[in-house]
């Protein structure tokens, strides 16, 4: 039994994907949708395969683009969580100016980038970073702000200093937040990335997207939409992987 559950659960997402595959194209077909304004599914999948060469090269310029900019999030976002969840002072002075960063559009900041660096990859890199951060940033600062007093206080009888709390309990502790973060934050990277493409890049799935919607080939342009969300699930599977292995004590019994 348990085994063909395990295996029902596995192929959950996939016939979730045949499924609405089979909606998406008979609704266009039963409705006869014109494909310069929604596409069938087979017209996409067409346009998958006869434009397979540029959606390949513009597909890597957005992943590496976005790899970049998310460690970039990765690396200051666990800084500042250690540093912001490391003190309930800077916690409390911190957190609404995080919030209030985080409020502002991100698009928002693409013009300006462009006029420091200019139309290119930085101003993707930058604004995948911009828009990743601030859930790394926050899940790590909470799971450090909220260890348990009582835990705290037996370490400090023991001899424990703030620091050794922070390295080897808080630190160890926040890895499900940390991890939990990393998925959302790797989702936001593509939309980040693609976000500036569309605007100040002349590579990039953004880019194709754009030139491909000027011309009327929406096939292209919902080519380029599932290339994106293929990229971003299995960016957040590998992530997920690596929670399980890395945090498998946070998560037992939860698998019943």
């Not at 250690?82 to 002075?93: E, K």
């Amino acid at each position: 039994m348990n085994v063909k559950r395990q295996t029902t659960e596995r192929l959950a997402p996939w016939i979730a994907v045949v499924v609405l595959t089979l909606i998406w194209e008979l609704t266009v077909r039963l409705f006869d949708v014109p494909s310069f304004i929604f596409p069938s599914a087979w017209e996409t999948a067409t346009a998958l395969v006869t434009y397979a060469g540029p959606i390949g090269m513009h597909s890597w310029q957005t992943l590496w683009t976005t790899l970049v900019g998310f460690a970039l999030g990765v690396a200051v976002g666990l800084g500042l969580g250690f540093i912001v969840g490391s003190s309930r002072f800077l916690y409390n002075a911190c957190y609404p100016l995080l919030v209030g960063f985080n409020a502002i559009p991100k698009v928002a900041f693409v013009p300006i980038l462009v006029v420091w660096f200019g139309i290119g990859s930085v101003p993707a890199i930058l604004t995948a970073f911009l828009i990743c951060f601030f859930p790394i940033v926050v899940n790590v600062a909470t799971g450090l702000a909220t260890l348990e007093p009582e835990m705290e206080d037996v370490l400090r009888v023991l001899g424990a200093k703030r620091m050794d709390v922070l390295l080897k309990i808080g630190l160890p502790r926040s890895l499900p937040y940390f991890f939990a973060s990393l998925k959302v934050a790797i989702t936001l990277a593509f939309v980040g990335t693609v976000v500036s493409e569309t605007v100040a890049s002349n590579q990039g799935i953004g880019y194709l997207m754009m030139s491909a919607g000027s011309q009327m080939r929406m096939g292209l342009v919902f080519a380029g939409l599932i290339v994106i969300s293929a990229m971003a699930m299995v960016m957040y599977e590998l992530f997920a992987l690596l929670e399980k292995r890395m945090t498998a004590w946070a998560h037992r019994g939860q698998n019943r």
